[in-house]
Structure formats: C-alpha cells, structure tokens
C-alpha cells in the first residue's frame, strides 16, 4: 500500500523559507499526482498546490503564487513543499497527500501524517 | 475562487442517531465533491469522493448525495468513533476549496 511519509516539525523566522518533503513508499511514484494542503492551528483545511512528478510541472494557488515552490525527485520517490518569506500567519500543519483520480474527479485519498511548521522570532 | 459553506458548524448527537451535515457550493460543481473525516492531531481521511462513492474500507453507514451546489453526508447510525471533524471539498476547479468543517460532539 501507498504510503507518505512526511519530514519533521519545524521551528523558523519570520522572513525565512521552510522546505517539507513527503516520500512516497510502496506504489508507482510518478505515475499519480502529489497535492499539499495546510492547516492553520483550531482552521480548516486549504489547499497549496500539486505537481504530477512524470510531468514535473506544478500547479499553485494564486494566494501562494510567488512564494510556494512545489518540486518531484523521481529518483528517491520524494515530494517536496518550499514555502518562503514566512510570516506567522504560516503556522500550520502542511500535509502532503495523493491526488487519486475518478473518471476525472479529484480527490485526496492518502495523506502524510503532517509537518508542523512555526514561525516565530 | 468556489466557495464552500457546511452547516451545522457543531452538532451534538448520541451513539445510534442519525446524522445530516450539509455543504453548499457558491457556483454549480456537478458532482465534483468529497468529504473528509478528521480526528485531533490526525490527518484527514477521505470518506466519500464524487459526491456519493464510498471510498475502499470506509463503512457503510456512511453515505453522500447530491449534485450541483447542495451535497449531504449522512451518518446512518452514530457509532463512537464517529465523533471527529467533517469537510466537504470541491475539485471542480483549482483552488480545490474546503469546507469550513462540522464538529460532530457527544451528546
């Protein structure tokens, strides 16, 4: 079974970059999409962006464009998130999960157990 | 952006009840809707995908309906595990937007 397996919590400041990867174990890698999604300490859920890793072209958020870098190593089977100028409306929990596609619907049916991100001076 | 709107925002109910939580997209999205269970400090475990699809391994107490812009999850029979945190999420167009999720309580 598909598995994703997420790096550990983080601790940055303010105006600094953070950079989560998720590997992903036990299934074909390339073959189905990565989505990250984040979720604000008591909030909801909100997704970032995803990346195909056969395609390696990535797909934003307009609210993160600019600051959000989503990136695939075929080779070790690894996602990756950068968020950059962090400020502490970033403190959350990112999530990698894996886009599982349904005649054409999307939805997110295995997840990373989450990377606790905090952003304090 | 698609907008999502869940209500009840909290709901209390016993072991055994019946339980409705409906969502409410801004704009139509077909049938372009799932939901998803979360437990504190876990991540969130998809239930229903295409509006009405029991996801592999999920029970079937648990049920969706509905297309265009009203969607409902019902819970036919409240078990203890239950008791979590429910979102739907469309994937009609990117952003894929969230619910602002129900809170489903003990009674």
């Known amino acids: 079974q598909v598995q994703l397996v997420q790096s550990g919590a983080e601790v940055k400041k303010p105006g600094s970059s953070v950079k989560v990867s998720c590997k992903a174990s036990g299934g074909t890698f390339s073959s189905y999409a990565i989505s990250w999604v984040r979720q604000a300490p008591g909030q909801g859920l909100e997704w970032m962006g995803r990346i195909i890793p056969i395609l390696g072209m990535p797909n934003y958020a307009q609210k993160f464009q600019g600051r959000v870098t989503i990136t695939a190593d075929k080779s070790t089977s690894t996602a990756y998130m950068e968020l950059s100028s962090l400020r502490s409306e970033d403190t959350a929990v990112y999530y990698c999960?894996?886009?599982?596609?349904?005649?054409?619907?999307?939805?997110?049916?295995?997840w990373g157990q989450g990377t606790m991100v905090t952003v304090s001076s | 952006d698609i907008q999502m709107t869940q209500s009840p925002s909290s709901l209390s109910a016993s072991v055994g009840d019946r339980v409705t939580i409906t969502c409410r997209a801004s704009?139509?999205?077909?049938?372009?809707l799932n939901w998803y269970q979360q437990k504190p400090g876990k991540a969130p475990k998809l239930l229903i995908y295409a509006a009405s699809s029991l996801q592999s391994g999920v029970p079937s107490r648990f049920s969706g309906s509905g297309s265009g812009t009203d969607f409902t999850l019902t819970i036919s029979s409240l078990q203890f595990e239950d008791f979590a945190t429910y979102y739907c999420q469309q994937s009609y167009s990117t952003p894929e937007t969230f619910g602002q999720g129900t809170k489903l309580e003990i009674k």
């Open positions: 999960a894996r886009d599982y596609d349904s005649s054409g619907i999307i939805a997110f049916d295995i």
């Open positions: 704009q139509s999205i077909s049938s372009y």
